[in-house]
């Protein structure tokens, strides 16, 4: 008798631990993040994701399970803002440049030569201002969980170091699809071409074009020391990556629950801006040592000097309010 009361307490007990375990698997919600750039341990777009599904699973454990989808495997960005519109993509990382196709007000972000140093780019993202643009996203099914960090672009290439801003003239550089950008490398003498980032490598490598922009640790991460020659540290733009969640998605949410995704995007970008910081200095090193041909750029004031005509091109389109604010900012 004992043995059978035994037995039936332990199967109802384990029935109750199955029952227990197969609802908290049903309750969990599958979340999917999506970036452009490779899964690499220093790729900041993958640093992003990875960091902000930790916090989140701290905050809320067991609440979601995360897919992780990197290199273009949901298409190029501009393919990934829409699915963020539609809830078909829950979370993306993504390029500042393609979100200001989206929400003009974003092309502030890419000014030549607008942020000083990263904490001044902080100063300005984390405040403000970045809550402002952040805010305008929302009415087109996106909301903006804060800026992370992608490092300062530099120009790569295979035609010339390029020292000086006569050294970028006749060069075929890649550039995103943002009329920024094209500006930008126009104003300097070079012959921008608007190209997919999915596109971009095999046009390096098959000669389509000279070079591109690009932050330290997606030249590495990406491999483009095995096409390209020339490393200039050009720092002409501060790359914000924006970490974005599908409206769709975030309104599902409790307040409680929404309140603890924002904080852990928080802690998360805090996290991927040591890492990327961290990692520039070592990741110059990995490319020389791969092959390329580093040069800093001494004079950068001659660089500003030559796209001073993009600022006033594209105030109107960022907002005069928002641009004067900005520049206030990292003028004091």
């Known amino acids: 008798m004992f043995d059978f009361t035994r037995r039936r307490v332990f199967a109802a007990t384990a029935a109750a631990a199955l029952a227990l375990s197969l609802g908290s698997a049903q309750a969990a919600q599958t ?41 273009n495997q949901l298409g190029d960005e501009k393919q990934m803002l829409e699915a963020l519109t539609f809830g078909t993509l829950d979370i993306g990382v993504i390029t500042n440049a393609p979100i200001a196709n989206l929400e003009p007000a974003f092309q502030l972000n890419d000014m030549p030569f607008l942020y000083a140093n990263e904490d001044q780019a902080h100063e300005v993202l984390d405040g403000e201002v970045g809550q402002e643009l952040m805010s305008k996203l929302e009415s087109k099914g996106i909301i903006g969980l804060g800026f992370a960090e992608g490092g300062y672009r530099h120009m790569i290439n295979n035609a010339r170091p390029i020292n000086q801003p006569d050294d970028v003239s006749g060069v075929k550089f890649r550039v995103m699809q943002n009329p920024v950008f094209i500006d930008m490398f126009q104003s300097l003498g070079g012959n921008a071409v608007p190209m997919a980032w999915g596109e971009t490598f095999t046009a390096a490598q098959q000669g389509t074009i000279d070079g591109l922009e690009i932050p330290l640790a997606v030249i590495a991460s990406n491999k483009y020391a095995d096409v390209v020659q020339y490393l200039s540290l050009t720092k002409h733009t501060y790359s914000a990556l924006g970490l974005l969640a599908s409206k769709r998605f975030f309104d599902k949410l409790t307040p409680d629950e929404q309140a603890a995704v924002r904080e852990a995007a928080k802690t998360a970008i805090a996290t991927q801006r040591e890492r990327t910081e961290a990692n520039a200095a070592e990741l110059i090193d990995t490319l020389k040592a791969a092959g390329m041909q580093v040069n800093d750029v001494s004079d950068a004031a001659a660089f500003r000097e030559k796209v001073t005509p993009v600022y006033e091109s594209f105030k109107g389109e960022v907002g005069p309010d928002l641009f004067d604010k900005a520049l206030s900012q990292v003028q004091q």
């Open 31 to 71: 979340v999917r993040i999506g970036w452009t750039t490779s899964d690499g341990e220093k790729d900041p777009y993958a640093i992003a994701a990875r960091q902000f599904a930790e916090e989140v699973e701290k905050a809320l454990p067991g609440k979601f399970t995360f897919q992780f989808f990197p290199n």
